[in-house]
């Protein structure tokens, strides 16, 4: 297990730029899928995007790509979230979360994900 507090979450303009934080707590950082999920009102939670421990290997969900943009840095023990040319349909609190299993196709499913944080708000609105 790994503890995760987010950041960088707040009100934002149709078209506008975010960029979301993760730090997590452990030692053996660089060990862990790192992933992003959101979960808009009255929606179930949906899997945004994940990168490889090594960051050799990332992947979003169709709707974000060419937008959204994952990255980690293993010395800080961070992950981050860059949202570009965001859309009303983004409004979501997003959610970061760590696998310590090694990657697999099912890793858009939120429950093979073991840690989480308490996840932090993004609306988008004009």
């Known amino acids: 297990q790994v503890q995760l507090v987010e950041s960088g979450g707040g009100w934002v303009q149709p078209g506008g730029s975010l960029r979301l934080s993760c730090a997590a707590s452990g030692r053996t950082f660089s060990s862990f899928l790192m992933g992003w999920f959101r979960q808009a009102p009255g929606k179930e939670r949906e899997f945004v995007a994940a990168i490889s421990g090594s960051a050799s290997s990332t992947t979003y969900t169709n709707s974000v790509k060419g937008r959204f943009t994952i990255s980690r840095d293993n010395a800080k023990n961070t992950v981050s979230l860059r949202m570009n040319n965001l859309k009303p349909e983004d409004t979501a609190v997003y959610y970061c979360?760590?696998?310590?299993?090694?990657?697999?196709?099912?890793?858009?499913?939120?429950?093979?994900?073991?840690?989480w944080g308490q996840g932090t708000q993004v609306p988008v609105s004009s």
């Open positions: 979360a760590a696998r310590g299993d090694p990657w697999t196709p099912m890793l858009v499913t939120p429950s093979l994900w073991g840690s």
